[in-house]
């Protein structure tokens, strides 16, 4: 297999060098093929001594074309890593609006997925997501959106961090899976039809061997002089019945088979990570799946993708007479059923098992291209502590950190504050830093350290008109849900925003006063955000319960927010001076 070139540097000139080769490519192919005809008519109405430089041109003609496709398969290797320079760009700048973004993974009752912008418009999935299969995006997906499991995210952060250091291979697995790939077939019929043995029959066997010898016999003697032209005209016709046999099982191979395209990205991604020698349990593990005893997984996708462009090309007026002197199709039709019989079942395995590199592909080029520095510790506790936390989707040059510890002595914040303070912003930033570290990722802060819990948000409850369902309701469901768990013994670290802010405010006061105490007998910790000040008062009825806030400073024309946690409750609010910058005039009565 021919060595793809995945360096980045001077991109622009290296593709306009392989244009211009491939244009004097083009030119010389067009040369062979004007060859290959007047060298073809004179072998029918001249002498079959023609045949001679015919099949000289003709395999010229085909190593042309094979560089060529070389030549323009590097050009798309170049226009993708340019692509994917850019969009690193973008990342860095979170300028992330015309990157994909993953909506169609959203989940509305997700115990948090959806509170935490993990999927849509500006959100981490545009961040981290650097796969090209729906089976690969799936997959991160379902990563993102996982219960909480400490092994399993020590294990991906080891492989996502040995992965950043390895800039060459998450490019080369990148750029050729933009280059390449497309979903022209539904991956599950192909894998299942060549996961399918079959017996070859025997007059196959045979005749695809006599077949090409026979050919081959007879038109050297025809060429000779030692036999008339006639004979070929007459083999050609015993041909047509064993030829005709296999008619219908190569079709439903042309229909079945991966697409070249498809082939082509498995081979290339096969043949790089079958170089690679990893240290992390992970990559180790996943990296042996790869691995075949006699013939590498790259090679059999190779002679795959070669069976299967001679299969797509048989209507070529080129294959024809080839087929119909050398009796080709019982060749290819033998060879097929053979690499199936052999290597079809472990080959279906193959796309999964590479949609999990995709996934730890896109982890390492996160680390690499934006990830943070972070001491991360790993504790069993219920315990959440950082130092510098930040949000992840915020411009690091702008971003305000923070630091906050909770869940030994204190396992509850009453977080109060000003409107626009940044109370959701630093709700949000906590459980998504959590939700990285579950995925393997270094949280955006100096230092963290995360214990052993789920993580549960209540934050976008909105209305719902086709079920009949009202923010209130859609609320107290979600706090439902979080009492159930709670009262079955998980341990969870809870974000809930602004708690029952859709009733009035006695109810409201009453109801989050008796929530917060009865969630204080369980297990749990977490952090509820109000405007109610008077529930600041609990921090003296309840032992685990401090309060946090942060605020915000009025002038005269202005609102001044510096985003700073601060202990205890929120001496000022802002609304109404909010409102009065909006024009909503207030008079003295």
């Not at 003697?221 to 004979?231: N, Q």
């Not at 685990?544 to 002038?555: A, G, Y």
Request: aromatic share 10%; glycine share 6%; proline share 2%.
């Amino acid at each position: 297999m021919k060595e793809f070139d995945f360096g980045t540097e001077n991109l622009s000139g290296k593709i306009a060098d392989t244009k211009k080769k491939s244009g004097s490519l083009s030119f010389l192919r067009l040369l062979l093929f004007i060859g290959i005809g007047i060298t073809g008519i004179l072998t029918v109405s001249q002498t079959v001594i023609w045949v001679i430089p015919l099949l000289f041109i003709l395999g010229f003609f085909v190593v042309s074309i094979q560089n060529y496709n070389f030549l323009k398969d590097q050009e798309a290797i170049y226009l993708a890593l340019k692509d994917i320079l850019l969009r690193e760009e973008l990342r860095v700048s979170r300028n992330l609006g015309s990157i994909e973004s993953g909506n169609e993974f959203q989940e509305k009752s997700h115990p948090f997925a959806n509170d935490l912008d993990l999927f849509g418009d500006h959100s981490l999935f545009q961040l981290v997501n650097h796969t090209v299969t729906k089976g690969g995006k799936a997959k991160l997906s379902r990563l993102m959106k996982s219960s909480f499991d400490q092994e399993m995210a020590k294990k991906l952060q080891d492989a996502s961090q040995e992965l950043a250091s390895n800039q060459t291979l998450l490019r080369a697995i990148e750029s050729s899976g933009k280059a390449f790939y497309s979903e022209e077939k539904k991956k599950a019929n192909w894998q299942n039809w060549i996961g399918s043995k079959k017996d070859i029959p025997v007059f196959v066997t045979v005749l695809s061997v006599l077949g090409p010898l026979g050919g081959l016999i007879l038109i050297t003697l025809v060429a000779l002089g030692f036999l008339p032209s006639a004979y070929l005209g007459i083999w050609i016709l015993l041909g047509l019945i064993p030829l005709g046999s296999v008619f219908k099982s190569l079709k439903e191979a042309s229909e079945k088979l991966p697409s070249r395209q498809q082939l082509k990205v498995f081979s290339t991604w096969l043949w790089e990570l079958e170089k690679m020698n990893f240290s992390s349990s992970m990559l180790k593990e996943k990296h042996g799946h790869l691995i075949q005893d006699e013939v590498s997984a790259s090679q059999l996708f190779n002679q795959l993708d070669k069976l299967g462009l001679w299969i797509d090309n048989r209507i070529n007026i080129l294959y024809i007479p080839f087929n119909l002197l050398l009796w080709t199709d019982l060749l290819l039709a033998r060879k097929l059923q053979l690499w199936i019989n052999r290597n079809g079942e472990e080959m279906s395995k193959i796309p999964e098992l590479l949609e999990d590199w995709e996934v730890l592909v896109s982890l390492g080029t996160f680390e690499k291209e934006l990830g943070s520095k972070s001491d991360v510790t790993w504790d069993d506790g219920a315990i959440l502590s950082a130092e510098g936390v930040s949000h992840p989707l915020l411009n690091p040059e702008k971003a305000i950190s923070n630091d906050f510890s909770l869940g030994e002595a204190k396992r509850f914040v009453l977080l109060t504050g000003a409107n626009m303070s940044g109370k959701t912003t630093f709700m949000r930033t906590l459980g998504i830093n959590c939700v990285m570290m579950n995925m393997g990722l270094k949280p955006f802060a100096q230092k963290f350290v995360m214990g052993d819990f789920q993580l549960y948000t209540s934050m976008r409850n909105t209305d719902n008109l086709g079920e009949s369902v009202s923010s209130f309701y859609a609320e107290l469901s979600r706090i439902h849900s979080l009492i159930t768990r709670l009262e079955s013994g998980e341990k969870i670290f809870f974000l809930l925003d602004e708690i029952l802010k859709g009733t009035n405010t006695e109810d409201r006061i009453a109801g989050s006063e008796a929530l917060i105490r009865q969630v204080s007998k369980t297990s749990a910790f977490g952090i509820v955000s109000t405007h109610d000040i008077e529930l600041s008062a609990l921090d003296k009825k309840i032992d685990v319960i401090e309060n946090r806030s942060f605020h915000s400073e009025i002038l005269d024309d202005t609102i001044n927010f510096d985003y700073k946690l601060k202990q205890g409750p929120c001496p000022s609010f802002n609304a109404h001076k909010l409102m009065e910058l909006m024009g909503i005039k207030f008079q003295e009565q």
